[in-house]
């Protein structure tokens, strides 16, 4: 019984072992990623949806490196969610956590992915819309609960894309 008793608290401290060290790892990008500024307020009113979708919300990352998670605003937390499209922005209403608001001229890509952050799926499963956070570039994935959802959904981000001044043009650049 002692040797029962030795490798269930051996366990039980390489378990608390590994978890501080997850947090003492997510404080540190929390501290990193501090600069990263404000997330835009939802708007009061928003027109009619042009596309409503249920899913899951997977993650929000440094453009281009998909295992970068972004901490702050608790964008890194996988949850479910439905996004909609409006000719104002882009809503992921995230359940247990703050809505996310990207407005329609901070949207500058979206396509489709295998995975990111940790969620990986069949070929071109998510949606990922690429976006402007101040000066940083993101990416959120999403990944729609009917896989039918998926093509009208990027549809209408490819239209408000196409239909949103960009900030560049609006800054002369």
Not at 7 to 12: A, C, E, G, H, P
Not at 20 to 35: D, P, V, Y
Request: charge should be negative.
């Amino acid at each position: 019984m002692d040797n029962k008793l030795a490798s269930l608290l051996l366990v039980v401290v390489l378990a608390a072992v590994a978890a501080g060290l997850i947090a003492i790892g997510w404080r540190g990008r929390l501290k990193r990623q501090a600069g990263l500024g404000q997330l835009p307020d939802v708007p009061e009113r928003l027109s009619p949806a042009g596309m409503v979708a249920e899913g899951q919300y997977v993650a929000t990352t440094t453009a281009g490196d998909w295992l970068d998670r972004v901490a702050v605003h608790g964008l890194g937390f996988r949850g479910n969610a439905e996004v909609s499209v409006h000719p104002e922005g882009v809503l992921f209403d995230r359940k247990g956590t703050a809505p996310l608001f990207v407005p329609a001229e901070a949207v500058t890509d979206c396509g489709s992915a295998d995975g990111m952050a940790g969620k990986f799926v069949e070929k071109e499963g998510l949606v990922v819309l690429s976006w402007m956070l101040g000066e940083h570039e993101l990416d959120t994935g999403f990944r729609t609960r009917r896989a039918a959802d998926k093509q009208p959904l990027l549809e209408a981000l490819q239209e408000l894309i196409s239909a949103a001044p960009q900030a560049d043009a609006d800054s002369g650049k």
